[in-house]
């Protein structure tokens, strides 16, 4: 009987040792590193979202918010498509967070504050993969609304800005335009168009980008 009890007692240490036994520490470290990643990614197409939202506040007429609710409902569904499980529970978090704080971003872009450039050309181009994809891209500008000069400027800069971006965006491929991923693209797109002007000697500067429409298409054989 004792020699029962000491085998018992032995395999229950040995439990216990397992039991408290800590993960491997490069274990651990890609479970971290995975989560900030993930937590990046909700970021960035939260943001993205954020910006889309916005946009159809601004919108100047009953079609065109018609038109950019549908983007941006099609964008979300194609936000949450790509999301796992876990990432989505935290997309919807963030999303809720930011939605909140939503008053605060119309104050930063108020017209009474921001002026708004919404006559730039469509972009066109194609992606510098293979096979290549026709993309299509619209914008709107921000810019500090005392800067009274900066609108004629960039009439008058238009094309160029235009030429500009068309060869900034042919160097990334198809996959940059998926909705959802045009915050990457976005500060990118607004130093460039700063570039621009300021090779005209404008003084001014774009404060922040809407992008109103991101396409992307396959070239038919």
Known sequence: MKKKKVYTLLLFSLSLMFVSCPRPAEEVAI??????????????????????????????????????????????????????????????????????????LSNLVSPTNTAFYQDLPIIRGVTIDLPSHFFTVELILAYNANDRRLGTE???????????????????????????????????????????????GSQGSITHIFITRFEINEIPE
């Open 31 to 104: 479970d971290f590193a995975g989560r900030q990643a993930s937590q990046e990614r909700v970021r960035v197409y939260a943001e993205a979202q954020m910006v889309r939202e916005e946009l159809v506040r601004l919108a100047p007429t009953k079609e065109e918010r018609k038109a950019r609710e549908t983007f941006a409902s099609n964008a979300e569904k194609q936000i949450l498509s790509v999301l796992t499980k876990e990432e989505r529970t935290m997309y919807h978090n963030e999303m809720l967070r930011r939605r909140l704080e939503l008053d605060n």
């Open 154 to 200: 960039i009439s008058a800069a238009k094309l160029s800005i235009v030429d500009q971006l068309r060869n900034l965006l042919m160097q990334y491929p198809a996959s940059a335009f998926m909705q959802g991923r045009e915050e990457l693209l976005r500060e990118p797109i607004r130093q460039n168009i700063n570039a621009t002007l300021a090779r005209t």
